[in-house]
């Protein structure tokens, strides 16, 4: 419902509600105005149903028991908020105190519905039980009203002035939504008690268990109390029973008025996560973090999304629920080097786009729904739309907004989706599991890519370099054993059939780059020295893929994979290793999706592995060697290993590991994934320099690494900060080769 609708409609409900107060009574105005204000209510969240059913299907309801755990650990547990201690307690305090007083003000609408006629006229009190154990349950929930009330209404009004004065960044631009809450909550609890003071000072019981509501009485109208009170208040002296009895009246009315307002706000409002967050984490996704779905390139016609109904109703619940607390700019590494992308924003556009074109929507996909039923043909979603989401609109510069944000609210521009790195950082900061953002902006990838050619020019060369030369850097395939010349690697296609423990694959930076050639030295280095049996693919080995899907070329990453497939049905190998978290990733989840099922390590890991077996030794170094450690991506966040590493680093006497602020779970992306790596950085600040920076805030000259792309942008880093020949960038590979004991 529009919002000018929905004033008219509460204008009438107030004039009704005025009309049935005058001619039957308050207890039915009350009445009438709670089922009203509920009704509309209903009829809003109804819509939002049912525009959050425009999108696609998707089966999300395995593992119900599990679910709910989610939910409940997540939701009422804060269990996302509280790795931020402070902040979580806040959010704490906020949910649980909005939970007992929306208790409150559910009975004091029943006491008013039913006063004069139920209890001795005083009307219906929830959770009054009869008798002394009755009493005392009623004082305690009195209490409790009392204290979330008075802490709730400073609570609030510190949060305001923050976000006048000491506004943290996160929290910028000002958001008038935000505030709107925070008011109505003050001025929600200051209604509280006019209502509950002057109900004190009109004789209502009160005690222990009403200590603030009396305060609230005292000072503004005088009690004449056991507790020794004086009739009369300090501040406005004395004042006639009618006139407290009109207080009370105006604070029983306002109060109500704002409670019931809130009710209808709240759809409008980013505080409809109050509502959206349970369902959001009940039904998130178990599908390993940032996999992009498969397409059917069989049956179908249309790759990739561009328009707001292709995406499944998940990703829509998504923009309902969430929070708008921009712990996702926070993070993201393109918003913080002043690019147009804020995952916070392509949230907030998937929800606009979908209210923007809802009159076209919504009867089309009524009608696709009958047709189905039916088994008729399904009739195409409208072309003529109020909103495309993809728009490609020239944006000057003196329009960017704050830390140069596009001004296309619902919709997503293409300097936007390009300059995502599927970090994935966005996902693990998210309080309500919104872990759609690097993927939805894939699948608007994927559009342009397969169905309208219209892609990074750079990229050209890049996919014709993976379809032709087998990799990205369209090096000759027949390069691919250069970088073991003289090492005695051997080959899988020399075993004669045997079966080797470790496929080690290589990787294309691996293979073709000459500094990532050195990590793979050190590696075969490590292995030899602990009698490894393991065998390289050589020439034999192509891309698997990875960077072509990222960017959304999914079709050449199908022909990679297939490629890959008939590779590996070649030779016999237990498990895999390698140094590329790329390749990792890959080969552990979404090979799945093609069936194949591989047992795959990275080589952090078996490095960890051979230490920890005794495998290797490692002497100590000869100075003490400060160094820290940049977590890549698709390590960390995608697959969880911070530890191996770590361990590693730890068994070298000498090694003092100093950890940057954002590492771990909450480190900050290089600048090459999804697919950055090739393209150009016209856009803000480079990613790779500040990571550098960050890194040599530790006060080391050594970054340790685990990746070949992270290897390249920072060494880029260094040299970006003319630090080249004093701050080296070296692979966990080549610091345990380095002190291999021989
Ligand atoms: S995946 Fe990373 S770069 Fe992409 S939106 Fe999320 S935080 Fe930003
Ligand atoms: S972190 Fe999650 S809830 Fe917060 S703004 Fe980002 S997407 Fe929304």
């Avoid at 450690?629 to 966040?637: K, T, V």
């Avoid at 150009?680 to 920076?693: A, P, S």
Wanted: proline residues 5%; aromatic residues 12%; charged residues 20%.
């Amino acid at each position: 419902m529009p919002l000018r609708k929905l004033a008219l409609v509460t204008l009438i409900a107030l004039l009704l509600t005025v009309a049935i107060g005058w001619l039957i009574g308050t207890p039915a105005a009350v009445a009438f105005l709670f089922v009203a204000a509920f009704g509309i209510a209903v009829w809003n969240f109804a819509r939002l149903v049912r525009l959050i059913a425009i999108g696609e299907s998707e089966s999300l309801l395995d593992l119900v028991v599990y679910r709910v755990e989610a939910g409940i650990a997540y939701v009422f547990g804060e269990k996302k908020l509280l790795e931020d201690f402070w902040a979580g307690a806040m959010h704490l305090f906020f949910l649980y105190g909005f939970i007992t007083l929306s208790v409150g003000h559910f009975e004091l609408v029943l006491r008013e519905v039913t006063a004069g006629w139920v209890d001795g006229g005083i009307g219906f009190h929830l959770l009054k039980p009869t008798g002394s154990f009755g009493a005392l349950v009623y004082r305690l929930f009195l209490l409790s009203q009392d204290y979330a009330a008075i802490l709730i209404v400073p609570v609030s009004l510190i949060a305001l002035v923050r976000r006048w004065v000491h506004r943290p960044v996160r929290l910028s631009p000002r958001s008038q939504d935000a505030e709107n809450i925070l008011w109505f909550i003050v001025v929600l609890y200051a209604t509280f008690f006019l209502l509950n003071g002057a109900e004190v000072a009109l004789g209502d019981d009160y005690g222990w268990y009403r200590p603030w509501s009396y305060w609230a009485g005292y000072l503004l109208f005088g009690v004449s109390d056991q507790w020794g009170g004086v009739a009369g208040s300090p501040l406005f002296g004395p004042a006639a029973r009618d006139t407290v009895a009109l207080w009370r009246e105006i604070g029983l009315w306002s109060h109500l008025l704002i409670f019931f307002s809130f009710l209808n706000y709240l759809p409008y409002s980013k505080h409809l996560h109050l509502i959206a967050a349970f369902p959001n984490i009940f039904l998130r996704r178990f599908t390993p973090r940032g996999q992009p779905q498969l397409l059917d390139f069989e049956n179908s016609e249309v790759f990739g999304k561009s328009r707001i109904e292709q995406y499944s109703f998940k990703t829509l619940l998504d923009s309902f629920a969430c929070t708008e607390c921009a712990r996702c700019n926070d993070v993201c590494p393109a918003h913080l080097s002043h690019k147009p992308l804020k995952p916070k924003k392509v949230v907030h556009d998937l929800k606009l786009n979908l209210y923007r074109n809802e009159h076209a929507l919504l009867p089309w996909k009524a009608a696709w729904r009958a047709a189905k039923r039916s088994g008729a043909e399904l009739p195409p979603a409208p072309e003529q739309r109020p909103a495309e989401l993809i728009t490609r609109e020239e944006i000057a510069k003196e329009r960017y907004g704050f830390m140069g944000q596009y001004p296309t609210d619902g919709q997503v521009h293409v300097d936007e989706l390009w300059s995502c790195t599927t970090c994935a950082a966005c996902v693990e900061a998210c309080p309500v599991l919104i872990e759609s953002v690097p993927v939805s902006l894939i699948d608007l990838r994927r559009h342009l890519v397969m169905m309208e050619s219209d892609f990074p020019s750079e990229l050209t060369a890049c996919f014709k370099g993976m379809e032709v030369q087998g990799n990205p850097w369209a090096i000759g395939g027949d390069k691919r054993e250069e970088w073991c010349a003289g090492l005695d690697v051997p080959l899988l296609r020399d075993q004669g059939g045997r079966e080797v423990e470790y496929l080690f694959w290589v990787g294309c930076a691996g293979a073709t780059d000459d500094r990532a050639k050195k990590i793979q030295q050190a590696l075969v280095k490590i292995l030899k020295a602990a009698q490894v049996d393991f065998a390289i693919l050589g020439n034999e080995e192509r891309c698997n893929g990875d960077p072509a899907r990222r960017m959304g070329n999914e079709y050449l990453y199908l022909q990679m994979v297939e490629a890959v497939r008939e590779i590996f049905a070649k030779y016999k190998f237990k498990k895999i290793v390698t140094a590329c978290p790329h390749c990792y990733n890959a080969f552990k989840h979404d090979y799945r999706q093609f069936g194949m099922e591989l047992d795959v390590i990275h080589h952090s890991e078996l490095i960890w592995q051979l230490i920890d077996h005794k495998r290797i030794a490692l002497r100590a170094t000869d100075a003490p060697w400060p160094l820290t450690f940049h977590d890549p991506c698709y390590l960390g966040r995608y697959n969880g290993i911070y530890q191996p590493p770590r361990s590693a680093l730890g068994r070298i006497g000498g090694v003092e590991l100093r950890e940057m602020e954002r590492h771990g779970k909450k480190s900050y992306c290089c600048g090459a994934g999804g697919g950055r790596m090739w393209m150009e950085e016209h856009l803000g600040e480079r990613i790779n320099n500040e990571r550098t920076k960050q890194a040599l805030a530790t006060g080391v000259k050594t970054i340790c690494v685990a990746c070949p792309f992270c290897m390249t942008m920072l060494t880029d880093g260094t040299k970006a900060l003319d630090l080249e020949d004093e701050v080296k960038v070296l692979d966990l590979a080549e610091v345990v080769a380095r002190q291999l004991q021989a």
